[in-house]
C-alpha cells in the first residue's frame, strides 16, 4: 500500500515535469497538423506565362488569390477548374486596352479574346458598302491595336452654268451708220453638271464628273447695224467695183424702182432657185433668169450688190416694179420700202 501511494506521487511529479509538457504540446501539434493536411488543397496559378503552385484550404479562387496578394482588374478572365484529388487550377487572363476610332470617337475598350468582327458587335457598330477599316475583320484583337473605321460615301451634286449668248452684227445700208436695230433677241443657254463626291468621313476628298448635259441652247442675237456702201448680197461674182459702180457691165437700168421681200426658210422661186438674199425678182422678158446683177443706189449710199435674176411677180411683170430684192427677214424688206436705185447688168 506504501509502495503504491509512492508510485502515484512519482506519477504527479511527471505530469507536472517540463517534459511531460512538451510532449503533449508535440501530441497537440501533430493533431493539428494532420487535421489541417486533411484540409489542404494544391493549386497550379497560371497568370499570364508565370505558372506558381500554392496549398491552400480556401476553396473559392477570390480568397485563394488574395491570400497569396494576387490583385486582378475588374476586365480580367479568371478560370477555376475546382479541385480534383485534392488538386486544382486557377488561370488569370488579363484584360488589354484596344482603341475604335469611328464617327470622330475614340473609345477605349478593355479586352482579354476577341477578334475585330465580335468588337463591332459588341459595340453595336455596322460597315457600310464603302466604309474603310484598317484591320481584317478575322485579326484577333492584342494589346494596344488601334482600329479606325472610316465612312466612305458618294454623294451626287448637280451644279448648273448659264451659258452667255452671243452677239451677231450684221452691217447693212438700209440703216444710216451707227443706228442699230436687234433682229432676233439673244437667249441664254442652260447647261447641267453632274459631279460625284466621295467622302471619308464627311470631307470631299475627290470629286468626278459624271454628266454633262445641254438643257438649252443659247440664242444668238442679231443686230443689225447701219454702214454706208455695205452690201445686203453675200453674193461675190469677183468684178472690180470703183466709185460704188462695176468697172465693167453689159447695160444698167438706172432710176430704177426697188422693193423688198422675204419668204419662209426653203421657198422656191419661179426660176426653180431656193430663195435667198442675193437671189431677185425681175421681169424675165426685160431681165432673163440667172442674169448676173450688181445693184446700188445713184449715191452709193445704199448697196444691195450682187445679184441673180431668179424670180418674178405680179408687180413685176406689170412694170409697176423693176426689181424685188429679197432678204433675210421681214423688218429688212420694210426698211428697204420703195427706192430708187442702178441695176447693172454685168452678164
Known amino acids: 500500500m506504501r509502495r503504491l501511494l509512492q508510485n502515484a506521487l512519482q506519477f504527479g511529479e511527471f505530469l507536472k515535469s517540463r517534459i511531460f509538457a512538451v510532449g503533449v504540446l508535440f501530441a497537440g501539434l501533430a493533431c493539428f497538423v494532420f487535421m489541417l493536411s486533411q484540409r489542404t488543397n494544391a493549386v497550379y496559378i497560371r497568370d499570364g506565362d508565370i505558372v506558381a503552385l500554392r496549398f491552400t484550404i480556401n476553396d473559392e479562387p477570390e480568397d485563394i488569390l488574395s491570400e497569396y496578394g494576387i490583385m486582378t482588374m475588374a476586365y480580367d478572365s479568371v478560370d477555376f477548374t475546382g479541385f480534383s484529388g485534392r488538386v486544382g487550377e486557377i488561370s488569370i ?34 460597315l457600310g458598302e464603302h ?23 458618294y454623294v ?34 442652260l447647261k447641267k453638271y453632274v459631279y460625284v463626291q466621295r467622302t471619308v468621313d464627311g470631307m470631299v476628298y475627290e470629286e468626278q464628273l459624271e454628266e454633262e448635259t445641254l438643257v438649252k441652247k443659247p440664242q444668238t442675237q442679231e443686230v443689225l447695224q447701219g454702214a454706208t456702201g455695205v452690201p445686203v448680197s ?14 465693167h457691165y453689159e447695160s444698167v437700168i438706172k432710176n430704177a424702182t426697188a422693193t423688198g421681200y422675204t419668204a419662209r426658210a426653203g421657198a422656191g422661186t419661179a426660176s426653180g432657185r431656193r430663195a435667198g438674199v442675193g437671189y431677185v425678182a425681175v421681169n424675165p422678158e426685160v431681165i432673163p433668169y440667172g442674169t448676173k446683177l450688181y445693184i446700188t443706189s445713184p449715191d452709193n449710199k445704199f448697196v ?21 430684192l429679197f432678204y433675210s427677214t421681214y423688218y429688212e424688206s420694210c426698211l428697204n420700202g420703195l427706192r430708187t436705185v442702178n441695176i447693172y447688168i454685168l452678164e
Open 234 to 247: 453675200p453674193l461675190d461674182f469677183g468684178y472690180t467695183i470703183r466709185n460704188g459702180v462695176p468697172t
Open 156 to 189: 451626287t451634286r448637280t451644279e448648273e452654268e448659264v451659258i452667255p449668248f452671243e452677239v451677231e452684227y450684221h452691217q447693212t445700208s438700209l440703216l444710216r451708220n451707227g443706228k442699230q436695230h436687234i433682229l432676233t433677241s439673244g437667249r441664254e443657254g
Open 304 to 324: 444691195y450688190g450682187y445679184a441673180v435674176a431668179a424670180d418674178t411677180g405680179t408687180g413685176l411683170m406689170e412694170g409697176i416694179v423693176d426689181v424685188d
Open 93 to 126: 487572363t488579363r484584360a488589354f486596352p484596344v482603341l475604335l476610332t469611328v464617327d470622330d470617337t475614340t473609345n477605349k475598350y478593355m479586352k482579354t479574346d476577341g477578334s475585330v468582327s465580335s468588337l463591332l458587335a459588341e459595340s453595336g457598330i455596322a
Open 131 to 153: 466604309d474603310t477599316i484598317n484591320f481584317p475583320l478575322s485579326h484577333s484583337l492584342q494589346e494596344n491595336d488601334h482600329i479606325v473605321i472610316q465612312r466612305v460615301d
